[in-house]
């Protein structure tokens, strides 16, 4: 597939730069945020890069969104949380992605609350999750 060169998430993709996957199939790929608001936060980016999310073609759009509705119930097992939020900004990283973030109260879904987490931490949680998937 065809690489968006210096973009972060195609070489992520790609397996150029490496992260802590959960899921992918042929179109979407799914990996940890090394920057998590709650432990299990998870990236979902179509492979194909398109920079913002409202520009995605419609079949591949309802595909991204029918992902992640299957894997919001396997990050809620898989962490223990109350319910999986969901945000999309883009304004660091300009390769489209869903936000899905372990949630156990209201209030919690702000990026403010994002800090880096320990890669030893990042790959125990990304074990636990894909045991459940
Ligand atoms: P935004 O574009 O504002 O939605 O933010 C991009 C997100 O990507 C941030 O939450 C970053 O922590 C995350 N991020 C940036 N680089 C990486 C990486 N190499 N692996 C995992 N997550 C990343
Ligand atoms: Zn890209």
């Not at 109260?105 to 994002?114: D, E, F, H, R, V």
Request: proline share 7%; aromatic share 8%; glycine share 4%.
């Amino acid at each position: 597939m065809e690489i968006m060169e210096n973009c972060i998430f195609c070489k992520i993709k790609d397996k150029q730069i490496p992260s802590f996957e959960i899921w992918s199939d042929d179109k979407f790929y799914a990996f940890l945020d090394i920057n998590p608001i709650s432990p299990g936060h998870t990236l979902l980016i179509p492979k194909q890069h398109v920079d913002y999310l409202f520009d995605i073609d419609e079949k591949q759009y309802s595909e991204l969104f029918m992902t992640a509705r299957k894997l919001a119930p396997m990050l809620k097992r898989g962490t223990g949380a109350k319910r999986i939020g969901i945000i999309v900004e883009g304004f660091l990283v300009p390769h489209a992605h869903i936000h899905l973030v372990p949630l156990n109260q209201g209030n919690q879904l702000n990026p403010a609350n994002a800090k880096p987490m320990d890669k030893t931490e990042l790959a125990k949680i990304a074990e636990r999750i894909k045991n459940v998937l």
